[in-house]
T-cell receptor, first 114, second 111 residues
Framework: KAGVTQTPRYLIKTRGQQVTLSCSPI?????VSWYQQTPGQGLQFLFE???????NKGNFPGRFSGRQFSNSRSEMNVSTLELGDSALYLC?????????????FGPGTRLTVL | GESVGLHLPTLSVQEGDNSIINCAYS??????FIWYKQESGKGPQFIID?????DKRQGQRVTVLLNKTVKHLSLQIAATQPGDSAVYFC??????????FGSGTRLQVQP
């Protein structure tokens, strides 16, 4: 069974631009969560989607948004990029909703904002 | 609130030795404590978890110990191998979902 895939793997943007990242969960998994990882802040939870609905949200500004499609694939969007948004963005999928199943992480998308 | 695991930055061990990675947590309400391993260029990988009503749990070559009195968690890796070199994160979670992690501990295995 294929693991979690994320595209693109690397991305370079400039301040003020917007970016969309994509995540394909493991087949059959319905929950997709997004995390931001930086050296200074570690791994921080952004949000979780289950059955196309946002179920949990971390403490990030409204510039960070996401959605989930009927096939469980998810996208994350960051608008008006800031230098501090440079990070590794990780997607994780699980079979069911958070709190009851193990998460499996993708390799991440490395975003650099210049 | 969110809890953050506190870690030493780097642990260096000889191949074949046992490794012990320690972690202090702050969220007393956690039901689960989770250890993840992250190798360079990869996403975190679940290693093992432990319920708050347990003191010890063993997996394949790994053992997790939980001391709720002092809010301390440790991961023991037996016969450490080069493939164990990675960053290890601990976290406590109300469910099996970890919302935040600390910066982790980097384990370096020397040949």
């Amino acid at each position: 069974k294929a693991g979690v895939t994320q595209t693109p793997r690397y991305l370079i943007k400039t301040r003020g631009q917007q970016v969309t990242l994509s995540c394909s969960p493991i087949s059959g998994h319905r929950s997709v969560s997004w995390y931001q990882q930086t050296p200074g802040q570690g791994l921080q939870f952004l949000f979780e989607y289950f059955s196309e609905t946002q179920r949990n949200k971390g403490n990030f500004p409204g510039r960070f948004s996401g959605r989930q499609f009927s096939n469980s694939r998810s996208e994350m969007n960051v608008s008006t990029l800031e230098l501090g948004d440079s990070a590794l963005y990780l997607c994780a999928s699980s079979l069911v909703l958070a709190g009851s199943d193990t998460q499996y992480f993708g390799p991440g998308t490395r975003l650099t904002v210049l | 609130g969110e809890s953050v695991g506190l870690h030493l930055p780097t642990l260096s061990v000889q191949e074949g030795d046992n490794s012990i990675i320690n972690c202090a947590y702050s969220n007393s309400a956690s039901d689960y404590f989770i250890w993840y391993k992250q190798e360079s260029g990869k996403g975190p990988q679940f290693i093992i978890d432990i319920r708050s009503n347990m003191d010890k749990r063993q997996g394949q070559r790994v053992t997790v110990l939980l001391n709720k009195t002092v809010k301390h968690l440790s991961l023991q890796i037996a016969a450490t191998q080069p493939g164990d070199s990675a960053v290890y994160f601990c976290e406590g979670s109300p469910g099996r979902r970890a919302l935040t992690f600390g910066s982790g501990t980097r384990l370096q295995v020397q040949p």
